[in-house]
Every structure is written in structure tokens, then in C-alpha cells.
Nanobody, 128 residues
């Protein structure tokens, strides 16, 4: 079982940037697609960005396209989410997830709160 720990969250003003990191332990995740989801208070957990096992494929929610970038460093067992031009509506707890299956392309529909390995989340707060 992969254990995931997110970091890099915090408070920032609108227009600012943050970089989230997700470090995996327990075993390598280099063969697993990875993703970032977020959950605002009172709302469902929503897809933000995913990346295939090789890093060649990425997917983004329309709301973050052009502002966020997902990447991975398999040598460091870490996946990143660079967030630029942040908006107050980006405020949420951000969760990292590893696909249960190997060699996936990171298709958003492959991820679900009911399976896969999830981190504990990191809070991102964007003020106007």
C-alpha cells in the first residue's frame, strides 16, 4: 500500500502561486498514474489534474487549465502541482491520489474516492 503525504499548502492572495508536493512512501509509485483532487467546504471532491505513469499524458479540469501544471519525478517518488494565478475559488483541501492499477494514462475517470491511495490533504486558501 502506497502512503502519500501532501505539502506546500498555505494562504496566498489572489494572483499568487503555490507549489504542492506529494511524496510517496511504502513502495515506488513510478508505475502508477497520479492525480490531484480538491474539496471545498460543503462540496464534493473534484478532479483538478492527473498524470499518467510515464508522465507523458496529463489532464486538467477546465477551471485550472493554463494556470496549474502537474508533473512527477519518479526518481524522487514525488508528484507536484504548480498553481499560478490563484483565485479565491481555488480555496479547498487538495488531495493527492495514486491509481490502484499500474501503467494507467491518468484518465480522470480512473480515480475515485472509493479506491486508490489517498493522502491526508493540504489546505489552500486564496484571499481576494
Amino acid at each position: 500500500q502506497v502512503q502519500l503525504v501532501e505539502s506546500g499548502g498555505g494562504s496566498v492572495q489572489a494572483g499568487g502561486s503555490l507549489r504542492l508536493s506529494c511524496a510517496a512512501s511504502g513502495r515506488t509509485f513510478s508505475s502508477n498514474a497520479m492525480g490531484w483532487f480538491r474539496q471545498a467546504p460543503g462540496k464534493a471532491r473534484d478532479f483538478v489534474a492527473t498524470i499518467g505513469w510515464s508522465g507523458d499524458t496529463t489532464y486538467y479540469a477546465d477551471s485550472v487549465k493554463g494556470r496549474f501544471a502537474i508533473s512527477r519525478d519518479n526518481a524522487k517518488n514525488t508528484v507536484y502541482l504548480q498553481m499560478n494565478s490563484l483565485k479565491p475559488e481555488d480555496t479547498a483541501v487538495y488531495y493527492c491520489v495514486a491509481d490502484s492499477f499500474t501503467y494507467g494514462l491518468g484518465t480522470p475517470g480512473d480515480f475515485s474516492p472509493d479506491f486508490g491511495s489517498w493522502g491526508q490533504g493540504t489546505q489552500v486558501t486564496v484571499s481576494s
